[in-house]
T-cell receptor, first 111, second 116 residues
Framework: LAKTTQPISMDSYEGQEVNITCSHN???????ITWYQQFPSQGPRFIIQ???TKVTNEVASLFIPADRKSSTLSLPRVSLSDTAVYYC????????????FGSGTRLSIRP | SAVISQKPSRDICQRGTSLTIQCQVD?????MFWYRQQPGQSLTLIAT?????????ESGFVIDKFPISRPNLTFSTLTVSNMSPEDSSIYLC?????????????FGPGTRLTVL
């Protein structure tokens, strides 16, 4: 499984756009990029997944350049409730695939 | 989506004892996963449990210490055996989402274990 590297922590303010970048230099051809969010005292929650270019849903956008060696999770207009740990994962797109969590990015949003 | 419950939600145990954690899902799922999360740390995968077969353990985890049962498609248990203070962690189970969304897992709320 490809190793991922992301910042340990980030700070931002309410209403700002937050971009969290993840490096995955050894990503394989059949790997997908997935992001999870974890609030304190809860299990992680799936946010978004993509293979290339851009994916957008009601929560976030995911930008993946052509070489796929990195990806950026974009959270528009964050609020205090977006304070959480965000994990970037890389794994083959398979129903039998286990996922391995990296260290994650602890995002703190201030008023 | 899947709704997952875990019992107990928390427990305080004495060293040398064992605790069995239950994970119940509201729908049938093929694969269930058990994770450990130590305070302030990321999640570490302990094992993958398929119904009707032996669990597959990750490096550093062994069946004697973390026996797992998977009697049907909606239930699994993880036992933490012969506990020591180093086993104090949050233990989480998760399941695969439906076949339309690979690599998406749903997680239970976790079991917070403290070993004295």
């Amino acid at each position: 499984l490809a190793k991922t590297t992301q910042p340990i922590s980030m700070d931002s303010y309410e209403g700002q756009e937050v971009n969290i970048t993840c490096s995955h230099n050894n990503i394989a051809t059949n790997d997908y990029i997935t992001w999870y969010q974890q609030f304190p005292s809860q299990g992680p929650r799936f946010i978004i997944q993509g293979y290339k270019t851009k994916v957008t849903n009601e929560v976030a956008s995911l930008f993946i350049p052509a070489d796929r060696k990195s990806s950026t999770l974009s959270l528009p207009r964050v609020s205090l409730s977006d304070t959480a740990v965000y994990y970037c994962l890389v794994a083959p797109y398979s129903s039998a695939s286990k996922i391995i969590f990296g260290s994650g990015t602890r995002l703190s949003i201030r008023p | 989506s899947a709704v997952i419950s875990q019992k107990p939600s928390r427990d305080i145990c004495q060293r040398g004892t064992s605790l069995t954690i239950q994970c119940q899902v509201d729908s049938q799922v093929t694969m269930m996963f058990w994770y450990r999360q130590q305070p302030g740390q990321s999640l570490t995968l302990i094992a993958t449990a398929n119904q009707g077969s032996e669990a597959t353990y990750e490096s550093g985890f062994v069946i004697d210490k973390f026996p797992i049962s998977r009697p049907n498609l909606t239930f699994s248990t993880l036992t933490v055996s012969n506990m020591s203070p180093e086993d104090s962690s949050i233990y989480l189970c998760s399941v695969d989402a439906d076949q339309s969304s690979y690599n998406e897992q749903f997680f239970g709320p976790g079991t917070r274990l403290t070993v004295l």
